[in-house]
Nanobody, 131 residues
Framework: QVQLVESGGGLVQAGGSLRLSCAASGHAFSISTMGWFRQAPGKEREFVAAVNWSGGRTAYADADSVKGRFTISRDNAKNTMYLQMNSLEPEDTAVYYC??????????????????????WGQGTQVTVSS
């Protein structure tokens, strides 16, 4: 079992920054891929970014909305993943979820971006960007 706890969400003005953290515990040594997804009110959960836990390969949502503004990173020693979000926009308002996969080491965008590839999810952290 893997437990995931997100932190770092909050209310920020447009143009501001936030850094989300996701701390893994339990059988964290078995994690192969971790990712961030988000869900805005009335919308489906969407992929934001992900990282291969051992090799460090990363992937970001295809949409121009996050590329260049968000950066995913990890600290293997702390079993923690981060999402640095800069130049935030009101459209980034959502609940952000951390997810982990054990046994599936992703290297392709399709693998990273598919929610069903992740067996463990955090409870989510709210990010609200005011205009």
């Amino acid at each position: 079992q893997v437990q995931l706890v997100e932190s770092g969400g909050g209310l920020v003005q447009a143009g501001g920054s936030l850094r989300l953290s996701c701390a893994a515990s339990g059988h964290a040594f078995s994690i192969s891929t971790m990712g961030w997804f988000r869900q805005a009110p009335g919308k489906e959960r969407e992929f934001v970014a992900a990282v291969n836990w051992s090799g460090g390969r990363t992937a970001y949502a295809d949409a121009d909305s996050v590329k260049g503004r968000f950066t995913i990173s990890r600290d293997n020693a702390k079993n923690t993943m981060y999402l640095q979000m800069n130049s935030l926009e009101p459209e980034d308002t959502a609940v952000y979820y951390c997810a982990a996969s054990v046994g599936r080491s992703c290297s392709s965008y399709g693998c990273f971006a598919t929610p069903s590839n992740y067996g463990y999810w955090g409870q989510g952290t709210q990010v609200t960007v005011s205009s």
